[in-house]
């Protein structure tokens, strides 16, 4: 199983960047999916969860602002992210659980620019 990510970049404070996550070796329609985030020196936490029948939940720091989703006929979890923060340089990275087993991508840096 690997999860590749893209779509990071600096963007504007305020500005809108949306988040890709390739997946092979399962397939996301069948799965939990999830993003999270990490600062430097800081634990990751998980931003967005998104359920096999599509339920999604999100971390109150970024509720109403975030949107994950899954595209079965790419296999790919994506993360659309909206009125963005300033913050430090931060790693967002996709995860895929099934059967117990997680498997995490190598992330792609995010940094919001004031």
């Known amino acids: 199983v690997q999860l590749a990510e893209s779509g990071g970049c600096v963007v504007q404070a305020g500005g809108s960047l949306g988040l890709s996550c390739a997946v092979s070796?399962?397939?996301?329609?069948?799965?939990?999916v999830f993003w999270g985030r990490q600062e430097p020196g800081k634990e990751r936490e998980v931003v967005a969860t998104?359920?096999?029948?599509?339920?999604?939940t999100y971390a109150d720091s970024v509720k109403g602002r975030f949107t994950i989703s899954r595209d079965s006929a790419k296999n790919t979890i994506n993360l659309q992210m909206n009125s963005l923060k300033h913050e430090v340089t931060t790693n967002y990275s996709c995860?895929?659980?099934?059967?117990?087993?997680?498997?995490w991508g190598q992330g792609t840096q995010v940094t919001v620019s004031s």
């Open positions: 995860k895929a659980r099934k059967l117990g087993a997680s498997y």
């Open positions: 998104l359920r096999r029948c599509s339920s999604a």
């Open positions: 070796g399962l397939s996301v329609s069948s799965v939990y």
